[in-house]
């Protein structure tokens, strides 16, 4: 079953934000799944939103995202997304 994760964004230090994000193609591109959004200032429609972007991505289950997501490859990127960036960051498993 399908499962997304997605992540909540505000940044703090862009810089090195931008750094993680420069690298991210290149090492996700290594692992089975799809980025499906990466906005930055979406359209709130309700209620107050303090973040500045979202990213959602998909897998085909939770190891494949788990396998990107502790991926030494990963790790060594998301050091510069944690220090540019507070993050939520959410796994959700899709309707069968």
Not at 11 to 32: E, I, M, P, T
Not at 42 to 63: I, N, S, T, Y
């Amino acid at each position: 079953m399908s499962v997304y994760v997605i992540a909540q964004l505000k940044f703090k230090q862009r810089d090195l934000y931008d750094r993680y994000q420069s690298r991210f193609s290149g090492v996700f591109k290594n692992f089975v799944g799809k980025v499906l959004v990466a906005e930055e200032n979406p359209l709130v429609l309700e209620g107050e939103w303090p973040r500045d972007k979202v990213v959602m991505m998909e897998f085909p289950d939770a190891d494949a995202a788990q396998n990107f997501l502790g991926s030494p490859e990963y790790q060594a990127i998301a050091v510069d997304r944690k220090a540019g960036a507070d993050g939520v960051v959410l796994m959700l498993r899709g309707l069968g």
